[in-house]
């Protein structure tokens, strides 16, 4: 069976649970829009521009609310005790990784709809650049799902792994983080200077997907 | 005496600075029920787990048909050795037939709705249960579905650790049967088990106890 057979049929299977569950990107989105109102409460003030705040905002909800589906996305192979299982595949423990990074993604990517135009709402801002934010926020989510997959395999077994993620999380995507406000920040004053910060993101994102599936297999190893 | 495909060398394995197993040799053979018991804390997972190759033995070394075990390449031995854990190894939001086509699918052995429903009426799972979720299944119901996952894998060495869990004497009746047309078959199947009625009917009976293994069976023949 070819390693994209796997993946479709781990995803698949993923999908399919979290369908009759809810519980991931239910908790998910509701974090997410959480995290918008209080960001909202504790940065407008009458009489001062907001819009300065969207890439900020936009960009600290969407890690945060990413660490909320991390937490929950080896729960169903815990709870069975079936992650041996579906690591021991002719293709290794690669469909298994690429498989739960799609889920990832697919789940943020739900979250970004959502809350990118609350954001712009709440701020007041137009949306300008749509360009440059589309394809950094394409980045973002591909770079925060993969770095965040891994974490959250590397810490499957260990205690304390709700408060070991975002120390581990936070730090590593920094870069990604910065590229993204960066980029949010120069399309939506009509900037020029956003294909570096996309070059810089880019390279991230490489990086962690080249190096990602292998360290994820050495974890698991026998 | 059959072929052993399955075996363990000098054996040792420590729990921080306890040494829980102490060079212990173990052949499983094809077509053998072997059963291995001992009180709680005497090593039997830790022991599944070396000869699975999930764990590392702190000294000596277990072999495939002679292959060292850190040689073999995991999807190989996921169809060569199945294991039934302490959990059942199932997706509990996928129903019974679903988690079954799942894991057959997975090691490249699928299997056909029909031929999924047969196992899961095989293992005696009740029939409106099959498109079910196993989340609301009895423990025993999971135990029926993790022994069919077994049997769907088709290979040729079982370890079980306490497969009788949760199962009421007529489940327990058909994993004996089970178990029993498996070593027929030609199947190497090693069970950690507690029970009594189950053990009676082994072929071979190891006393797991200081980290050796007695043989009960010649002690009880003796007797």
Known sequence: MTALRLTWLLLKKDLRIAARSREMLGFTLLFAVLCVLVFAFGFLQEGTAAEGYVPGVLWVTLLFSSSVSLLRLFAAEEEGGTLELVSATSAGTVPLFVSKVLVQLLFTGLVTVVVLPMVLLFFNAELRGIGPIAASLLLGLIGQATVGTLCSALLVHVRLREVLLPLVLYPTVAPLLIGGVKVTALALAGAEGTRDWLTLMLVFDLLFVVASPWLHGRALAR | ?223
Do not use: C
Request: no cysteine.
């Open chain 2, 1 to 223: 005496m059959a072929s052993a495909p399955l075996t363990a060398r000098g054996i040792a394995w420590a729990a921080g600075d306890r040494f829980v197993l102490l060079d212990l040799d173990l052949d499983v053979h094809s077509g053998e029920l072997l059963f291995i018991s001992g009180h709680n804390g005497a090593g039997k997972t830790s022991l599944l787990a070396i000869l699975r190759g999930a764990s590392q033995a702190t000294q000596g070394s277990v072999a495939l048909n002679s292959v060292p075990l850190s040689e073999v390449a995991t999807d190989y031995l996921a169809k060569r050795i199945a294991v039934l854990q302490h959990r059942p190894g199932l997706y509990f939001d996928l129903t019974g037939l679903e988690n079954l086509q799942l894991f057959s699918s997975l090691i490249g052995r699928p299997l056909t709705d029909t031929e999924a429903e047969a196992l899961l009426d095989r293992v005696g799972l009740p029939r409106e249960a099959h498109h079910r979720r196993v989340r609301h299944y009895s423990r025993g119901m999971q135990q029926r579905t993790g022994l069919a996952r077994i049997i769907a894998s088709k290979a040729d060495i079982w370890l079980l650790d306490e497969p009788s869990t949760g199962l009421d004497p007529g489940g327990r009746e058909t994993l004996s049967t089970l178990l029993r047309q498996a070593t027929d078959a030609g199947t190497a199947v090693l069970a950690v088990s507690h029970d009594q009625a189950l053990i009676a009917k082994a072929d071979r009976h190891l006393h797991l106890h200081d980290g050796r293994l007695h043989d009960m069976t010649t002690q009880q023949e003796a007797l």
